[in-house]
C-alpha cells in the first residue's frame, strides 16, 4: 500500500511539473510502464484539463505499447470527453480495433452530454446490431436522455429502431 501511495505522489508530481514541461514526460523518471500509471497519468490530465499534458500522455501511452491495450483506450476516451474534445474521443474510439460494453456507455453518454441525440442513438443501435452486447444498467440509463428527448419531436423513428433492437 505504501509503494502504490509513493507512486501516485511521484505521477503527481511528475505530471504537475510536465504540464509546465512536456518533455519531462520522456526523462527516465517518469515511465509509463503499466496500466495502472498510464490511467492514473490519464485521470490526472483531466483534472488539470491540461491540453499539453494530455497530448503528451497519450503519445507516451502510444510509445510503450499501450495503444491497443482497451482499458487504456477506454480510459483515454474519457480523459478527451472530460477535457471537452469529444471529436477527439470519437476518433480514438472510431480507430479502436476492440471495444466492449463501456466502450459504447463512454462514447454514448459523451454524445448525449454534448446534445448530439441523434448521434447517441444511432450509436446505441449500432453497438446492439452490431455488437451484440446486452447493455446493462450504464448502457440504459445513458441512451435515456436521447430517449426523452425524442419523446418530444415528433419523428419518431429512432425509437422505432431503438424498440427494434430491444426486442429479444
Partial sequence: MRGLLSLKRHVSISAIQASCNPQRLYNS????????????????????????????????KIKHGFS???????????????????????????????????????????????????????????MMRTEYFMPNDFALSSIMKSVQFYTCTPNMEPLKQLNDCLRV
Fill in 68 to 126: 491497443n491495450d482497451i482499458y487504456s483506450q477506454n480510459n483515454t476516451v474519457k480523459m478527451y470527453m472530460k477535457c471537452g474534445m469529444f471529436s477527439d474521443a470519437r476518433q480514438l474510439f472510431d480507430e479502436m480495433p476492440e471495444r466492449n460494453l463501456v466502450s459504447w456507455t463512454l462514447i454514448i453518454s459523451g454524445a448525449n452530454k454534448i446534445g448530439e441525440y441523434a448521434m447517441a442513438m444511432g450509436l446505441f443501435i449500432e
Fill in 29 to 60: 523518471r517518469f515511465c509509463l510502464k503499466n496500466v495502472s500509471t498510464v490511467t492514473y497519468a490519464l485521470s490526472l490530465a483531466e483534472s488539470l484539463r491540461s491540453n499539453i499534458l494530455r497530448t503528451e500522455i497519450h503519445s507516451c
